[in-house]
Protein backbone atom coordinates (compact mmCIF):
# COMPACT_ATOMS: atom_id res chain seq x y z
CA UNK A 1 0.00 0.00 0.00
CA UNK A 2 1.18 3.58 -0.97
CA UNK A 3 2.00 5.67 1.91
CA UNK A 4 -0.65 8.20 3.14
CA UNK A 5 1.88 11.10 3.28
CA UNK A 6 5.02 11.25 0.99
CA UNK A 7 7.94 11.07 3.38
CA UNK A 8 9.16 14.31 2.38
CA UNK A 9 5.85 15.93 3.14
CA UNK A 10 6.19 15.00 6.27
CA UNK A 11 9.36 16.75 7.47
CA UNK A 12 8.94 19.53 5.15
CA UNK A 13 5.24 19.92 6.99
CA UNK A 14 7.01 20.02 10.63
CA UNK A 15 9.28 22.87 9.29
CA UNK A 16 6.51 24.70 8.35
CA UNK A 17 4.38 24.40 10.97
CA UNK A 18 7.09 25.23 13.33
CA UNK A 19 7.15 28.41 11.15
CA UNK A 20 3.88 29.28 11.88
CA UNK A 21 4.87 30.79 15.35
CA UNK A 22 3.18 33.67 16.16
CA UNK A 23 1.07 33.75 12.99
CA UNK A 24 -2.67 34.25 12.64
CA UNK A 25 -4.93 31.96 11.21
CA UNK A 26 -5.75 33.83 8.40
CA UNK A 27 -2.03 34.25 7.58
CA UNK A 28 -1.53 30.58 8.36
CA UNK A 29 -4.20 29.66 5.51
CA UNK A 30 -2.54 31.74 2.56
CA UNK A 31 0.91 30.28 3.32
CA UNK A 32 -0.68 26.76 3.37
CA UNK A 33 -1.58 27.65 -0.09
CA UNK A 34 1.56 27.38 -1.39
CA UNK A 35 2.24 24.18 0.61
CA UNK A 36 -0.07 22.38 -1.42
CA UNK A 37 0.74 23.69 -4.69
CA UNK A 38 4.04 21.78 -4.06
CA UNK A 39 2.10 18.93 -3.70
CA UNK A 40 -1.12 18.90 -5.36
CA UNK A 41 -2.43 14.98 -4.83
CA UNK A 42 -2.06 15.52 -1.09
CA UNK A 43 -5.35 16.29 0.85
CA UNK A 44 -4.32 18.83 3.98
CA UNK A 45 -6.34 20.09 6.32
CA UNK A 46 -5.22 23.03 9.14
CA UNK A 47 -6.37 22.95 11.99
CA UNK A 48 -6.12 25.44 15.15
CA UNK A 49 -6.69 26.14 18.74
CA UNK A 50 -6.53 29.58 20.36
CA UNK A 51 -5.57 30.00 23.62
CA UNK A 52 -7.45 32.24 25.54
CA UNK A 53 -4.96 33.34 28.62
CA UNK A 54 -2.22 34.26 25.93
CA UNK A 55 -4.20 34.77 22.52
CA UNK A 56 -1.44 31.85 21.28
CA UNK A 57 -2.38 29.23 18.21
CA UNK A 58 -2.13 26.14 18.52
CA UNK A 59 -1.51 24.63 14.93
CA UNK A 60 -2.35 20.79 13.34
CA UNK A 61 -1.90 20.33 10.29
CA UNK A 62 -4.24 17.18 8.73
CA UNK A 63 -3.68 14.98 5.83
CA UNK A 64 -6.90 12.54 5.64
CA UNK A 65 -7.39 9.55 3.15
CA UNK A 66 -9.76 6.93 2.13
CA UNK A 67 -7.04 4.50 4.95
CA UNK A 68 -7.05 7.13 7.37
CA UNK A 69 -5.82 10.43 8.72
CA UNK A 70 -2.34 11.40 9.70
CA UNK A 71 -1.26 14.83 12.07
CA UNK A 72 1.25 16.69 12.15
CA UNK A 73 1.38 18.93 14.95
CA UNK A 74 4.06 21.18 16.41
CA UNK A 75 3.53 23.52 20.05
CA UNK A 76 5.56 26.78 20.89
CA UNK A 77 6.84 26.13 24.42
CA UNK A 78 3.84 28.66 25.55
CA UNK A 79 1.30 26.93 24.18
CA UNK A 80 -0.37 23.57 25.94
CA UNK A 81 0.48 20.82 22.89
CA UNK A 82 -3.23 19.12 22.00
CA UNK A 83 -2.47 15.84 23.83
CA UNK A 84 -3.05 17.78 27.03
CA UNK A 85 -6.09 19.87 26.51
CA UNK A 86 -7.71 16.58 27.32
CA UNK A 87 -6.88 16.74 30.99
CA UNK A 88 -9.76 19.31 32.31
CA UNK A 89 -11.33 20.09 35.84
CA UNK A 90 -14.88 19.17 36.79
CA UNK A 91 -15.47 23.05 36.86
CA UNK A 92 -14.88 22.79 32.47
CA UNK A 93 -17.70 20.43 32.30
CA UNK A 94 -20.24 22.55 34.18
CA UNK A 95 -22.62 24.31 31.73
CA UNK A 96 -24.51 26.44 35.10
CA UNK A 97 -25.05 26.12 37.99
CA UNK A 98 -29.11 26.80 39.76
CA UNK A 99 -30.13 27.58 43.04
CA UNK A 100 -26.84 25.42 44.03
CA UNK A 101 -27.49 22.11 41.61
CA UNK A 102 -24.85 22.17 39.00
CA UNK A 103 -25.97 21.22 34.90
CA UNK A 104 -23.06 19.46 33.56
CA UNK A 105 -22.43 18.97 29.72
CA UNK A 106 -23.73 15.83 29.36
CA UNK A 107 -27.00 16.93 31.21
CA UNK A 108 -27.45 19.72 29.34
CA UNK A 109 -27.34 17.82 25.64
CA UNK A 110 -29.55 15.05 26.76
CA UNK A 111 -31.91 18.12 27.50
CA UNK A 112 -31.90 18.61 23.68
CA UNK A 113 -34.50 16.19 23.16
CA UNK A 114 -35.89 18.02 20.31
CA UNK A 115 -33.28 17.05 18.06
CA UNK A 116 -34.71 13.29 18.08
CA UNK A 117 -38.29 14.18 17.23
CA UNK A 118 -37.00 17.06 14.17
CA UNK A 119 -35.04 15.15 11.70
CA UNK A 120 -34.73 18.61 9.81
CA UNK A 121 -32.36 20.08 13.04
CA UNK A 122 -30.26 16.62 12.33
CA UNK A 123 -30.25 17.24 8.90
CA UNK A 124 -28.43 20.86 9.27
CA UNK A 125 -25.93 18.96 11.42
CA UNK A 126 -24.99 16.49 9.32
CA UNK A 127 -25.35 18.74 6.19
CA UNK A 128 -23.23 21.29 7.59
CA UNK A 129 -20.32 18.23 8.15
CA UNK A 130 -20.60 17.06 4.62
CA UNK A 131 -20.43 20.64 3.13
CA UNK A 132 -17.23 21.19 5.53
CA UNK A 133 -15.59 18.19 4.20
CA UNK A 134 -16.47 18.97 0.72
CA UNK A 135 -15.18 22.74 0.73
CA UNK A 136 -12.12 21.33 2.69
CA UNK A 137 -11.54 18.48 0.27
CA UNK A 138 -11.78 21.26 -2.61
CA UNK A 139 -8.34 22.79 -1.05
CA UNK A 140 -8.86 26.28 -2.20
CA UNK A 141 -8.73 29.68 0.32
CA UNK A 142 -9.83 32.84 -0.70
CA UNK A 143 -7.62 35.60 -2.20
CA UNK A 144 -7.09 38.99 0.35
CA UNK A 145 -9.08 40.67 -1.96
CA UNK A 146 -12.22 38.52 -2.87
CA UNK A 147 -12.36 38.00 0.89
CA UNK A 148 -12.82 42.00 1.76
CA UNK A 149 -15.34 41.63 -0.85
CA UNK A 150 -17.10 38.95 1.15
CA UNK A 151 -16.58 40.65 4.26
CA UNK A 152 -17.97 43.67 2.46
CA UNK A 153 -20.81 42.07 1.13
CA UNK A 154 -21.81 40.11 4.62
CA UNK A 155 -21.69 43.63 6.31
CA UNK A 156 -24.14 45.16 3.81
CA UNK A 157 -26.31 42.19 4.04
CA UNK A 158 -26.76 42.88 8.10
CA UNK A 159 -26.79 46.45 8.41
CA UNK A 160 -23.89 47.18 9.90
CA UNK A 161 -22.66 50.12 7.09
CA UNK A 162 -20.19 51.54 9.91
CA UNK A 163 -17.20 50.47 12.10
CA UNK A 164 -18.70 51.10 15.65
CA UNK A 165 -21.55 49.36 13.99
CA UNK A 166 -19.26 46.43 13.37
CA UNK A 167 -17.70 46.16 16.16
CA UNK A 168 -21.01 46.46 18.27
CA UNK A 169 -22.24 43.52 16.55
CA UNK A 170 -18.87 41.69 16.72
CA UNK A 171 -18.20 42.37 20.86
CA UNK A 172 -22.13 40.98 21.28
CA UNK A 173 -21.28 37.75 19.49
CA UNK A 174 -17.56 37.29 21.20
CA UNK A 175 -15.87 37.61 17.88
CA UNK A 176 -12.26 38.43 16.65
CA UNK A 177 -11.69 40.23 13.56
CA UNK A 178 -9.84 36.86 12.34
CA UNK A 179 -13.43 35.01 13.52
CA UNK A 180 -15.06 37.02 11.40
CA UNK A 181 -12.73 36.41 8.47
CA UNK A 182 -13.34 32.82 9.12
CA UNK A 183 -16.84 32.58 9.43
CA UNK A 184 -17.35 34.96 5.75
CA UNK A 185 -14.52 33.05 4.01
CA UNK A 186 -16.82 29.58 5.08
CA UNK A 187 -20.21 31.09 3.89
CA UNK A 188 -18.18 32.39 0.53
CA UNK A 189 -16.31 28.69 0.26
CA UNK A 190 -20.19 27.23 0.45
CA UNK A 191 -21.50 29.50 -2.25
CA UNK A 192 -18.46 28.61 -4.92
CA UNK A 193 -19.02 24.84 -4.06
CA UNK A 194 -22.93 25.63 -4.76
CA UNK A 195 -21.80 27.30 -7.64
CA UNK A 196 -19.21 24.18 -8.67
CA UNK A 197 -21.68 21.67 -7.87
CA UNK A 198 -24.78 23.14 -10.20
CA UNK A 199 -21.93 24.08 -13.21
CA UNK A 200 -23.77 23.71 -16.25
CA UNK A 201 -26.67 21.74 -15.16
CA UNK A 202 -29.16 24.72 -14.47
CA UNK A 203 -30.59 24.92 -17.55
CA UNK A 204 -31.65 21.15 -18.11
CA UNK A 205 -32.90 21.31 -14.07
CA UNK A 206 -34.81 24.33 -15.05
CA UNK A 207 -36.05 22.46 -18.32
CA UNK A 208 -37.99 19.42 -16.37
CA UNK A 209 -39.50 21.40 -13.37
CA UNK A 210 -40.29 24.64 -14.64
CA UNK A 211 -43.51 24.32 -12.78
CA UNK A 212 -42.18 24.18 -9.51
CA UNK A 213 -40.52 27.91 -10.14
CA UNK A 214 -44.25 29.40 -10.94
CA UNK A 215 -44.52 32.38 -8.46
CA UNK A 216 -48.30 32.25 -7.32
CA UNK A 217 -49.87 35.50 -6.60
CA UNK A 218 -51.77 34.99 -3.37
CA UNK A 219 -54.07 35.73 -0.41
CA UNK A 220 -52.75 33.73 2.69
CA UNK A 221 -55.03 33.98 5.55
CA UNK A 222 -54.06 32.75 8.87
CA UNK A 223 -56.65 31.12 11.43
CA UNK A 224 -56.01 29.65 14.90
CA UNK A 225 -59.75 28.06 14.78
CA UNK A 226 -59.99 25.05 12.31
CA UNK A 227 -63.71 25.55 12.20
CA UNK A 228 -63.43 29.13 11.41
CA UNK A 229 -60.86 28.06 8.36
CA UNK A 230 -63.02 25.41 7.28
CA UNK A 231 -66.02 28.29 6.73
CA UNK A 232 -63.45 30.58 5.03
CA UNK A 233 -62.69 28.08 2.38
CA UNK A 234 -66.54 27.00 1.97
CA UNK A 235 -67.53 31.25 1.21
CA UNK A 236 -64.42 31.38 -1.32
CA UNK A 237 -64.85 28.08 -3.14
CA UNK A 238 -69.10 28.73 -3.36
CA UNK A 239 -70.53 29.18 -7.12
CA UNK A 240 -67.16 29.27 -8.51
CA UNK A 241 -66.76 27.96 -12.43
CA UNK A 242 -65.76 24.94 -13.65
CA UNK A 243 -63.72 26.38 -16.72
CA UNK A 244 -60.35 26.60 -16.26
CA UNK A 245 -58.04 29.88 -15.82
CA UNK A 246 -57.25 31.86 -18.94
CA UNK A 247 -54.26 33.37 -19.70
CA UNK A 248 -53.13 36.99 -20.34
CA UNK A 249 -49.93 37.93 -21.23
CA UNK A 250 -47.53 35.79 -19.15
CA UNK A 251 -49.66 35.87 -15.73
CA UNK A 252 -52.67 33.69 -15.68
CA UNK A 253 -55.73 35.51 -13.85
CA UNK A 254 -59.07 33.75 -12.91
CA UNK A 255 -61.53 33.66 -15.34
CA UNK A 256 -64.22 34.46 -13.08
CA UNK A 257 -62.91 37.93 -12.38
CA UNK A 258 -61.76 39.82 -9.31
CA UNK A 259 -64.93 38.43 -7.87
CA UNK A 260 -64.20 35.17 -7.20
CA UNK A 261 -66.82 33.26 -8.81
CA UNK A 262 -70.42 33.42 -9.66
CA UNK A 263 -71.49 33.59 -5.97
CA UNK A 264 -67.91 32.87 -4.37
CA UNK A 265 -66.27 35.64 -1.98
CA UNK A 266 -63.92 37.77 -3.68
CA UNK A 267 -60.66 37.08 -1.57
CA UNK A 268 -59.59 40.19 -0.57
CA UNK A 269 -63.13 41.49 0.47
CA UNK A 270 -63.09 38.44 2.76
CA UNK A 271 -59.85 38.81 3.63
CA UNK A 272 -60.36 42.69 5.45
CA UNK A 273 -63.70 41.21 6.52
CA UNK A 274 -61.51 38.90 8.70
CA UNK A 275 -59.24 40.74 10.07
CA UNK A 276 -61.69 43.71 11.30
CA UNK A 277 -63.41 40.84 13.20
CA UNK A 278 -60.03 39.50 14.30
CA UNK A 279 -60.72 35.70 13.38
CA UNK A 280 -57.57 35.62 10.70
CA UNK A 281 -54.38 37.31 10.11
CA UNK A 282 -53.86 37.79 6.01
CA UNK A 283 -51.24 38.96 3.94
CA UNK A 284 -50.88 39.19 0.39
CA UNK A 285 -47.60 37.39 -1.18
CA UNK A 286 -45.87 35.85 -4.21
CA UNK A 287 -44.92 32.36 -3.06
CA UNK A 288 -42.73 29.37 -5.34
CA UNK A 289 -45.39 27.26 -6.29
CA UNK A 290 -42.80 24.40 -4.92
CA UNK A 291 -43.16 26.18 -1.45
CA UNK A 292 -46.85 25.96 -2.00
CA UNK A 293 -46.88 21.67 -2.26
CA UNK A 294 -45.18 21.52 0.41
CA UNK A 295 -47.35 22.93 2.73
CA UNK A 296 -50.52 21.80 0.49
CA UNK A 297 -49.47 18.87 -0.85
CA UNK A 298 -50.69 17.95 -4.86
CA UNK A 299 -53.39 20.19 -5.40
CA UNK A 300 -50.69 22.76 -5.10
CA UNK A 301 -49.04 21.78 -7.89
CA UNK A 302 -51.11 22.31 -10.51
CA UNK A 303 -53.21 25.30 -8.77
CA UNK A 304 -54.43 27.57 -10.95
CA UNK A 305 -55.99 31.68 -10.55
CA UNK A 306 -59.09 31.10 -8.47
CA UNK A 307 -58.34 28.06 -6.96
CA UNK A 308 -58.58 27.99 -3.31
CA UNK A 309 -55.85 25.49 -1.31
CA UNK A 310 -56.52 24.60 2.41
CA UNK A 311 -56.91 24.31 5.40
CA UNK A 312 -53.14 23.49 6.19
CA UNK A 313 -52.33 22.85 9.45
CA UNK A 314 -48.83 25.00 10.18
CA UNK A 315 -46.14 23.84 12.34
CA UNK A 316 -47.37 27.04 14.88
CA UNK A 317 -50.72 25.20 15.20
CA UNK A 318 -52.73 27.44 13.03
CA UNK A 319 -54.54 26.55 9.70
CA UNK A 320 -53.51 28.21 6.59
CA UNK A 321 -56.21 29.16 3.43
CA UNK A 322 -54.74 30.25 0.25
CA UNK A 323 -56.59 31.98 -2.59
CA UNK A 324 -54.78 32.28 -5.76
CA UNK A 325 -54.66 35.52 -7.26
CA UNK A 326 -52.68 35.11 -10.65
CA UNK A 327 -50.31 32.80 -11.62
CA UNK A 328 -46.74 34.09 -13.52
CA UNK A 329 -44.88 31.24 -15.49
CA UNK A 330 -41.16 31.13 -14.38
CA UNK A 331 -38.88 32.13 -16.56
CA UNK A 332 -34.86 31.26 -16.46
CA UNK A 333 -33.98 34.88 -14.50
CA UNK A 334 -31.06 35.89 -12.13
CA UNK A 335 -33.27 35.20 -9.16
CA UNK A 336 -34.43 31.95 -10.66
CA UNK A 337 -30.75 30.84 -11.60
CA UNK A 338 -30.09 31.10 -7.61
CA UNK A 339 -33.24 28.97 -6.65
CA UNK A 340 -32.20 26.06 -9.73
CA UNK A 341 -29.01 26.21 -7.86
CA UNK A 342 -30.18 25.82 -4.65
CA UNK A 343 -32.21 23.01 -5.60
CA UNK A 344 -29.22 21.06 -7.49
CA UNK A 345 -26.97 21.25 -4.36
CA UNK A 346 -29.82 19.95 -1.85
CA UNK A 347 -30.26 16.85 -3.85
CA UNK A 348 -26.46 16.77 -3.88
CA UNK A 349 -26.38 17.29 -0.15
CA UNK A 350 -29.24 14.05 0.17
CA UNK A 351 -27.07 12.08 -2.22
CA UNK A 352 -24.16 12.19 0.32
CA UNK A 353 -26.82 12.10 2.90
CA UNK A 354 -27.97 8.51 2.02
CA UNK A 355 -24.04 7.33 1.77
CA UNK A 356 -22.53 9.35 5.05
CA UNK A 357 -21.56 6.91 8.28
CA UNK A 358 -23.07 8.88 10.66
CA UNK A 359 -22.37 8.68 14.50
CA UNK A 360 -23.99 9.77 17.43
CA UNK A 361 -22.21 10.27 20.64
CA UNK A 362 -25.62 10.81 22.77
CA UNK A 363 -28.83 9.48 23.10
CA UNK A 364 -30.36 5.71 23.20
CA UNK A 365 -29.76 3.17 19.69
CA UNK A 366 -33.50 3.09 18.68
CA UNK A 367 -33.22 7.01 18.53
CA UNK A 368 -29.99 7.42 16.56
CA UNK A 369 -31.21 4.28 14.45
CA UNK A 370 -34.45 6.08 14.12
CA UNK A 371 -33.50 9.88 13.53
CA UNK A 372 -30.26 8.59 10.69
CA UNK A 373 -32.80 6.50 8.89
CA UNK A 374 -34.75 9.53 8.59
CA UNK A 375 -31.48 11.57 7.38
CA UNK A 376 -31.12 8.33 4.19
CA UNK A 377 -35.15 9.67 2.76
Known amino acids: MSPIVPP ?48 EYHYDLLFPSP ?3 VSVAFAPDRVIPWPLRGGQRSGEQLVLRVDGVD ?3 ERAISVLDALWNDAALARRLVDAALVEQAVDARGRDLPT ?19 QALRQWMTERGLSH ?48 PDRADAAVALLRAGR ?17 ASGGASGRDPVALAAEEMLAASATCRMEANLR ?60 AERRRHAHVEWFWGSRARTDEI ?4 RV
Not at 31 to 46: G, N
Not at 241 to 257: I, K, Y
Open 145 to 163: DRLQEAVDAFRRARGLLTA
Open 67 to 69: EGS
Open 290 to 349: DDLVALFGAPAADARAGQVLGPARLPDGGFCVVSVLAVEPAVLDEATRRLAEKRIFDDWL
Open 372 to 375: TAAL
Open 103 to 105: MTM
Open 241 to 257: PAEPAVSTGTVQVDGAG
Open 8 to 55: NLLDEALEWLCGLDGVPPEHARERLTELRARYPETRMRLLWQREAATE
Open 178 to 225: ARLEEIVAGEAAVADLRREVAADRVEDFFAARHEEFDRLRVVRLRYAD
